[in-house]
């Protein structure tokens, strides 16, 4: 596998976690680049181009509510989590630590066949 | 700053009417938020090489505009500004070599010289009917037929021409410096078109005699004849009738053009205003078009001033008639495609009035 396949590869397992990971960002207000700086401290990095549109679909689905706000002389758009947001976090977090749980044992699985 | 608003316009024009505004104030205000903390960073001030340096990193406007639509499309944000830009060029010039071939097509029965348009039409009447409604079905049949395989072929790149990669290896901020603004004028044009409003004016107005030209100038070389110089005026005393309103245009237009260079951007006001102008301009041209003939030369003058035959001062005669109307219809075409371009972008921008507190 070559380089640019193996980042390929890595790139789509982390785009995986993305809507989890700030879903679990936005139990309170946050602007986009405070969201991205909150994530990269936790050691996933994203950019903006993906985080924009991603928030914008959440909330299409209604999971955050958003509204612009004036800031320093300048509008920035905060968002939250909805109440249905709110309602389907703790589903997610169960069913992520189920394919955790399940991902540990194929993957020991596999390297012990 | 001007580079963030050139950025986020790029975005915005390949993103659909219905959110334009507000992913473009987002993109405003994250870019603003790097650009701060950067510079916070560095200890520098906020100037270009910032921005282009967040821009690059932030990524192309064809990438950003393509992550903000999600779903698929026949022709997707890649590719549909060249489709559009294909369309854009493609249907008005068969529509103008539809309208030269009608007219082509009318005037395929003898024209004389000094006929009238209302005993032209009198004497063909059925065969300009037949023509032009032969045109009108050509001339959709073959815009849908353009449109159609456009559209196809444009489908068909974006089926199978691969992802977007190729265009981000292109991408570079610093490329921005050469697009300009949808609102930015462009002084030079300005100025050159006050200069011949202004010159046209001042002709049409108090030297309207020396538009004219000299037939007999071949034989005066020939001859070193000076003194046989005959010079002929041009316009007729129908066009002498039109002055005062293509005068009103001209200062019209003169008055837009200063105040735009003065403000230095298009604004609402004045895209109205250059709307109004158009209009007035369109209906001189049909009114011409529709008037008697604007040039004033006559076959016995022609032969007087030298032409050796007058067949050969009918051919020309002719010519500069016709010529003169092929202007004036062309004048309408591009006026009109002009006018409904400036009339969109005004309902364009109305529509995309920024949401945001």
Known sequence: MTNESLENVILELRRGVIVLAVLSRLGEEQYGYSLIKGLMKHGLEIDQGTLYPLLRRLESHGLLQSNWRIEADRPRRYYILSDEGRALL???????TSIVFMMNNMLNIGEIS | MNLIETYVSEVGRQLRQKNRADIEAEIRSA?????????KQTGKPINDELIFAVLQEYGSPEKIAASYQGKRFLIGPRLFPAFIKVIQIVLPIMGVLGLIGVGFSLGRPKLTPGIDIRTYVQLNASFIINTITHA??????????????ITLIFALLERFVPDLKTIETRWDAHNLLKVSLPDQIKST???????FSGLCILLFNFFPQIIGFTPSLN?????GNWQSVTFIPILSEAFLRYVPFVTAIGILTIVLDGMLIQRGNWEVWSRWFAVIVKVLGISIAVVMLNGPFLIAVSTESLVTAGFTTPQAGNILLTLMNEGVRVVLVLTIIFGSLDLIKMLIRLFRENASILKVP
Do not use: C, H, N
């Open chain 1, 90 to 96: 703790p589903r997610l977090k169960e069913e992520w």
């Open chain 2, 31 to 39: 870019l603003q938020d790097m650009l701060d903390e950067r510079s």
């Open chain 2, 136 to 149: 009108i079905y050509g001339f959709f049949g073959s815009m849908i037929s353009a449109l159609g395989s």
């Open chain 2, 189 to 195: 044009e300005l100025i050159v078109e006050i200069f």
């Open chain 2, 219 to 223: 034989s005066v070389v020939e001859t």
